[in-house]
């Protein structure tokens, strides 16, 4: 199977058309999303001691399973944070494929690790980090989180007061379910400020306050968030530096989401204070346009990360070398063997440089600004709150959470889009609402009014 011959060559052809196929399909069908075993009558068992062969396998997925997927760079896909990598990225990530090369370790991985680290250094510029400041690539926002957590932890027990003692670690309700998620991967307590909205210095420091000794001496962390997943809120980043300098915690900044939008001008001060962070989470594979997956972890002092993730085992003794000596990914985060993720993105904004990427953002937060006045046009519709960064966040008046659901699967169905309900807490309990998320540039004015319209009765 590792042979050259004449079914490798079709077979390659076969995928180098599909590529190119898909990636210049500007819409996409959104996909029909079919029950395991319905796939399974449709395309049997693929996998069988013989094999199928490569054509009828790629044929299989190109024919069947994957329009049973939701391409995620749709313009009318607006609901969870989508994605919308360039076409330089994916096709890059092809190349990062094709070169088959190692990125846990610069012995092995050099070249490609420059690239990332190019690309690295503009997302460090782009926060404001001191200098020294650095970080890695990461499959997503969830593995940079736990990173980071990591990292913070290790920090804290270097104390022996600490070296026993179960973390607790302090954000607000509107954190992505990550945080708490990771939280229980490292064992450690997570205390909840009951805010959605934005959090603020005056909240923190009054609920730090409020904790009983024992979990004030367990607190080790602030995870603010730099626009949050449900309405793209922003806390009050420097307001929570502060506290966190003051209470000798580690303050650790959840931008998986917003992150891309520190390259825009217009929305660049709303995340003051973020350079003060101990570590950074921003995913590129979400608003900085590259291809699944690609998060990446950002520290001010990479060095304390290197003491929470390097990895010793006799066959790693190499790498301690002179002659191995290089910047090494593995030992910042929590992965060992791991793909060049970061390859693609350096290759696009090598590509079309920054300016281009700042444009990009830009545009999701001006599309959220005119769906936005496009639903305070309507009757029917009403803001729930300002949009924010690219979220909106709206009501469809008279419409309970059933109707909201069926028409999300109507919408989805007959292809029109894919938006999906949320909650938003009010006073009196949580609201069912719906919610876009602006990320695809080519996502179009008269795209927001073909869905809007969808809601009248
Ligand atoms: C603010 C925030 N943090 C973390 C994550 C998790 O990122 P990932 O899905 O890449 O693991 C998300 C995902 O939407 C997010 O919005």
Not at 387 to 399: H, K, M, T
Request: hydrophobic share 40%; net charge negative.
């Amino acid at each position: 199977m590792h042979n050259i011959d004449i079914d490798l060559v079709e077979m390659t052809l076969d995928v180098m058309k599909y590529a190119i196929n898909r990636i210049t399909n500007v819409s996409p069908s959104l996909g029909d999303i079919k029950k395991e075993e319905e796939l399974f009558d449709l395309v049997g068992e693929t996998i069988t001691p013989k094999g199928i062969g490569g054509e009828r396998a790629f044929q299989l997925f190109r024919d069947v399973l994957v329009k049973s997927t939701v391409p995620i760079d749709h313009p009318r896909h607006l609901a969870f944070v989508p994605a919308s990598p360039t076409r330089a990225a994916v096709m890059f990530d092809l190349v990062t494929s094709a070169s088959s090369v190692h990125g846990a370790y610069w012995m092995e991985g050099a070249g490609g690790i420059f690239c990332e680290n190019q690309a690295m250094k503009w997302l460090i510029s782009l926060t404001g980090m001191p200098d020294g400041a650095f970080g890695v690539f990461t499959s997503g926002g969830t593995a940079a989180n736990l990173s980071a957590m990591v990292t913070a932890r290790e920090y804290w027990r270097r104390s022996a007061a600490h070296v026993n003692r179960k973390g607790l670690i302090m954000t607000s309700v509107g954190a992505h379910s990550s945080i708490k998620a990771m939280a229980k991967v490292i064992d450690a307590d997570v205390h909840l400020v009951e805010t959605e909205d934005r959090l603020t210095a005056d909240l923190l420091r009054r609920e730090i306050r409020s904790l009983p000794a024992e979990k004030r001496q367990n607190l080790f962390a602030v995870v603010a968030t730099g626009g949050t997943t449900n309405a793209g809120i922003i806390d009050d980043l420097e307001g929570i530096a502060g506290v966190c300098r003051e209470e000798g915690l580690w303050y650790h900044v959840d931008a998986a989401y917003g992150g891309g939008a520190l390259a825009a001008d217009s929305v660049r001060h709303l995340f003051d204070g973020i350079e003060k962070a101990d570590s950074i989470t921003i995913d590129p594979h979400k608003w900085l346009f590259s291809p699944y997956d690609c998060g990446a972890v950002l520290y001010r002092d990479p060095s304390l990360a290197l003491e929470a993730h390097k990895q010793e085992g006799s066959y790693l003794d190499i790498f301690k070398d002179e002659g191995a000596s290089g910047f090494n990914p593995a030992d910042y985060q929590i992965q060992l063997t791991r793909r060049l993720r970061g390859m693609p993105l350096w290759f696009s904004l090598a590509t079309h440089g920054t300016d281009k990427y700042k444009w990009a953002v830009e545009r999701g937060i001006s599309l959220a600004n005119i769906a936005g006045e496009l639903i305070e046009q309507r009757s029917d519709l009403s803001l729930v709150r300002p949009p924010s960064l690219s979220c909106v966040l709206f009501r469809r008046e008279g419409w309970d959470p059933q109707r909201y659901r069926d028409w999300t699967y109507r919408n989805h169905r007959e292809g029109i889009a894919l938006v999906t309900p949320t909650q938003w807490k009010t006073e009196k309990g949580y609201e069912t609402v719906l919610r876009f998320c602006f990320i695809n540039p080519d996502t179009t004015v008269e795209d927001i009014k073909l869905i809007l319209d969808t809601l009248k009765d």
